[in-house]
C-alpha cells in the first residue's frame, strides 16, 4: 500500500517511521516545514515528501491517509484536497476531538468518494515535533477507531494497518463516548498538572516528593496551542469534569476543615475500592 | 549500634530490612501483630522481636529507635515508655505529619533525656503492610529530617543511618515547612486521585487513556486509616493548598468555558514554564 503521512510532528513522525520499520508499505510524507521534509527522508522515515501546496499526485496515489494535523487544520486540509484523494481510498486522522470533525469530514468523504475513519492514537510524549517521533510510540498502546458510517472494508484496513504498527487495543467508539471519555482521561489531567504546578510551592518541591509532585505535574509540560485548541472544542464535555472534579475537591475540604474523621475515612475507603475495581 | 524499630509495618519493616541489608547494626523489632514479628525473625528482618507491652529492654539497649507507627500512636508509645528509652540516645520518627508531634516530643526528650530528631522518608508503595516491605524502598529517596533543637551529634546519627540505607538526599526542613510541602506535594495528590476516581466514568476508562488517567489516580489506592488521621492533622495546611487547586481549577473552567483560547493558551504557556523549571 501506499501510505500517505499530513503533517510530520510527534505523532505523524511517528506514524510514518512505524510504517517504514514494521510493513512493507511506502511512505508518503507531507509537512509544510521543509527541513522537518528533508529530515523525514534523510532518516528514512518516508519514501517521498511533499509541500502541502505540491501534493496532490501523493494523495491521488494513497491507499491510506492519515492526517496528522490540528483538528482545524485537519478539516481546512481535507476541504483544500478534497478533490485529489484517491477514490474509494481511506482518509484517517489522529486528532484528539472528534465531534468537531465528524460532521464536514463525513460530509467531504461522501461528496468525494473516499471513506473517513476517525481515530485517535493514545500515544504521546511530553515533547513533540518530528525530532522526537519514534517507530516505537504506539507499542502497547491503544487506538481509539470511530468509524460511523464508514464501509467494514475501510475500517478493517485501519484496523489492521495500526496493529501492525504496534497498537495493542483497538477500541471502537463514538465521537460522542469519545469526547466525553477523553475529557475525562486526558483533558482534565492536563488542566490539573497546569494548576497544580502553578502553586507558588513548585519550586520548592524537590526532596519534599517521592513521585506524587511528578505524577501530578508530568503532562505540565504541555504544547499549550494544540491544547487550547482540544479544550476549547471540547469545551462542554472538559467543563462538565472540571466541575465534577471541583465539587469533589470541595467535598473532601469540607471534610477535612471540619475534622470528620470518620466521614473521610469513609470517603477515602470509597474512593479506594473504586480504584481497585479499574485496575 | 542497636537500632529499634517500634513498629514493623512497609516503613518500619523495610528500614529492619535496610538496616540488616546494608549495615552491621542489630535490629530489635517491636510490633503489637505477633504474626508480624514472627515473619520478621524469621526472614532476618529483626534479630529479636517483641510485644509492645515487652520492649523496655530493647528500647533501654537501643542507640537509635525508630518510631514507625501512625502519628498518635507514635505520642502514645512515647509517653508511655519515655522512662525505657537509653538516656542520649536518639529516637526518630517517620510520620507524615511534624507539627502534632513536636511540641509533646521534644517536651517528652528534654524530661526523659533522650534526643528527638523528626523524620519522614519520602518513600511507600501503593500498599502496605510488612509483607510489602522491602530493604530497597529509601534507594534514591529523599529523607526529610526536622531536627528542630535536638544536639548536632544526634541529627549526624540520623543523617549517617539514612544514608546508609540508600536514602540519595537528606533535605532538612521544620515541621511547619514540612508540613506546608507535604500538603502541596503529597496529601493533595492523594485527594486528588481520590476524588479524580470517584467519577463514574472511571469504570470505563480502558483504553481511553495514554498514561495520564493512570498518574493522577495512582495513589487512591490509599491507606484510608492512615490518610485520614494525616490529613485532619495538617487540615489548616490541606485546606489551604485545596482552595488553591478548585481556585485554579475554576479558573480553567471560566477560560474554557468562554471558548478564549486566547487566555487559556496563554494560562497553559505559563504553566508550562513553570513546570519546565521544577525539572
Redesign the interface.
Known sequence: MNICVIGLGLIGGSFAKAVKAYTPHSVQGVDRNPDVCRAALSCGAADAVFDPADCAGALQNADITLLCLYPEDAITFTEKHADSFKPDSVVADACGVKRPLSGRMNALAAIHGFYFVGGHP???LEHGGFENSTAALFKN??F?ITPEDAPQPAVNAVTRLMLTLGFK?I?T?NPKE?D???A???Q????????????P??????????G??A????????N??L???L??EN?DC??E??????G??????EL??K????G?????????E?????L
Chains 1, 2 share one sequence.
Open positions: 493514545m500515544a504521546g498502546a491503544s481509539i487495543t477500541k467508539s469519545h466525553e471519555m477523553i475525562y482521561t486526558s482534565l489531567p492536563h488542566v490539573l498538572a497546569c494548576a497544580y504546578v502553578e502553586n510551592l513548585s519550586a520548592n518541591h524537590k526532596g519534599f516528593s517521592a506524587s509532585f505524577d501530578v505535574s508530568r503532562v505540565a509540560t504541555i499549550e496551542r491544547w487550547a485548541e479544550m476549547c469545551r472538559l467543563s469534569q472540571l466541575a465534577d472534579l471541583i469533589g475537591l470541595s467535598a473532601y475540604k477535612i476543615e475534622g470528620d474523621r470518620d473521610l475515612r469513609n470517603r477515602l475507603k470509597k474512593a479506594r473504586i480504584k481497585e475495581k479499574t
